[in-house]
């Protein structure tokens, strides 16, 4: 019984830091669209302003 239980809070815990990983990694990647939309937005523009000279 002491065994069980202690395989069911060590279970919940893994749970809760895969749960804990996957909203790391899914901020991580929403923080990189947020990024790499800025990156194409900024290199269309100085882009488009060197063509303009």
Partial sequence: MKKEK???T???LR???QEEA????WYA???WRLVSRWII???TMAC???NQR
């Avoid at 996957?22 to 990694?25: E, G, P, T």
């Fill in 10 to 12: 060590s279970f919940i």
């Fill in 48 to 50: 488009s302003s060197i």
């Fill in 15 to 17: 749970s809760a830091q």
């Fill in 29 to 31: 990647l929403r923080r």
């Fill in 22 to 25: 996957l909203h790391h990694i």
């Fill in 41 to 43: 937005l900024f290199s």
């Fill in 6 to 8: 202690r395989v069911r």
